[in-house]
């Protein structure tokens, strides 16, 4: 006998577990199904989670609304109210401050882990969500008056849509012969978190140059020891050596890299590899399915947006859902879904095209460019007016659409 509810919603990280409980909060009725088993076991700082995101305003007032922020504990969270960008290869640079905007900070850096583990324990509090942990799809058919599943536990569900919260490497697009336009970005990102000497001055810190795209980014400190959490994306060949470094050699070349600025203490997390791979979904849904976050796009974390994105994505697909629900219309109708497709992709592929532009711009030692480019920052350094707007844009106050 299968259960039966308003969606089912298949991954539960960030992006499948924030729209679970929007969706619960309208009284929807969800099923999460997840392969994790939903328990994320967090560092002790200073070892802060290798793994963490820049979080915009936006996203910060939608996890506010459903009381998921407030759950995160402060020592885990580091705002950042300036962001320094420069290139390595010449005098450009560009300083974004939060003050010069009005705003009170530019975003906050949260370990993935705290977040999640965070939004889980919001989840266990509804009574509209039943969790399917340590479970997976094993059948499923789509339809626009209903969907079927069977979960490979031998649990059947059905429901009026499946929201696929899946990742990068979605299943459910892979098999519903969703099309995507892909490349490799020809990177790999090192992530790890570091001690430094100095303060990090609440400040995002990346550089552009001969030794590829290096973030630092701000961690909350610990009795006046200092930490953050690195990006750095090179290419595959200049990853390998990297991970193949001793602690002492690698922290050297960090400090190489971020042109001298900062003293490298320590790593006080595994380094991690992540290649790096643009996808984007040439279509987000089709009748009884449709693709969220991850699933449906992945960018370069050069400007920490592909969350961001993912939320902006949670929060148009609830909207239609929820004015749907009042209407009475089927939620798994194309016709319905199409609205947040529309109300998505055009902002998706402008981040996408703007991080690839930027991507390639700072790839290049070509003289020329090089100098033009370094031009370019300065302009760009002294327009206030254009600054505002990239901060905006990035704050998720603005969208291209
Ligand atoms: C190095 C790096 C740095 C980044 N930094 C930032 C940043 O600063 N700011 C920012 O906004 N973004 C950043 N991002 C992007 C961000 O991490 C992702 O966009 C975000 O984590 C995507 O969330 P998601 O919920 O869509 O997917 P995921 O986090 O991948 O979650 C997918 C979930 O689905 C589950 N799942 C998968 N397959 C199945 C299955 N078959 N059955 C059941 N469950 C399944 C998984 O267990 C998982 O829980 C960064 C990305 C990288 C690689």
């Not at 090179?234 to 960090?254: G, I, Q, T, Y």
Request: proline letters at 3%; aromatic letters at 6%.
């Amino acid at each position: 006998m299968a259960k039966s509810y308003d969606l089912i919603i298949v991954g539960a990280g960030m992006v499948g577990a924030l729209s679970a409980i929007l969706l619960a909060k309208s009284s929807l009725r969800i099923a999460l199904v997840d392969k994790h088993d939903g328990d994320y076991r967090l560092s002790t700082p200073p070892a802060y989670d290798a793994r963490v995101s820049a979080l915009s305003s936006q996203s910060k007032r939608l996890l506010e609304s459903v009381g998921v922020w407030q759950g995160i504990p402060h020592d885990r969270i580091a705002p950042y109210d300036n962001m320094v960008v420069w290139d390595g290869l010449g005098e450009g640079f560009i300083d974004f401050n939060a003050q010069a905007t009005a705003m009170p900070e530019l975003g906050h850096l949260v370990e993935n882990a705290v977040l999640n583990q965070q939004l889980m324990t919001q989840v266990r509090r509804l009574k509209h969500i039943d969790l399917y942990l340590g479970d997976t799809l094993d059948s499923h058919q789509l339809s626009e008056s209903g969907v079927n599943v069977e979960l490979a536990s031998g649990q059947l569900l059905q429901a009026q849509a499946i929201i696929a919260a899946d990742g990068a490497l979605s299943k459910l697009r892979t098999e519903n012969a969703f099309e995507t336009v892909e490349w490799d970005y020809g990177h790999h990102a090192i992530v790890t978190t570091l001690e430094i000497a100095q303060t990090h001055e609440n400040t995002a810190w990346q550089s552009f140059g001969e030794e590829g795209i290096l973030a630092f980014l701000p961690l909350p400190s610990v009795d006046h020891r200092h930490f953050v959490s690195i990006v750095w994306s090179v290419p595959p060949k200049e990853a390998e050596s990297l991970m193949a470094l001793d602690e002492a050699a690698f922290c050297r070349r960090l400090h190489y890299a971020m042109n001298r600025r900062f003293d490298v203490l320590g790593i006080t997390q595994e380094r991690q590899a992540i290649p790096l791979r643009q996808r984007h979904a040439k279509h987000y849904v089709t009748a009884g399915l449709a693709l969220i976050g991850d699933a449906a796009h992945t960018i370069h974390p050069l400007a920490g947006q592909g969350a961001n994105l993912g939320f902006a994505d949670v929060k148009a697909l609830v909207e239609v859902l929820e004015k749907a629900h009042r209407r009475g219309e089927h939620l798994g109708a194309s016709k319905v879904l199409r609205r947040y497709q529309r109300a998505r992709m055009l902002d998706n592929i402008a981040m996408a095209a703007g991080m690839e532009v930027f991507k390639r711009l700072f790839s290049t030692q070509q003289p020329l460019i090089v100098q033009l480019r370094n031009r370019g920052m300065m302009q760009f350094h002294r327009d206030t007016w254009l600054k505002q707007k990239l901060i905006a844009r990035a704050a998720g106050i603005s969208s291209f659409s």
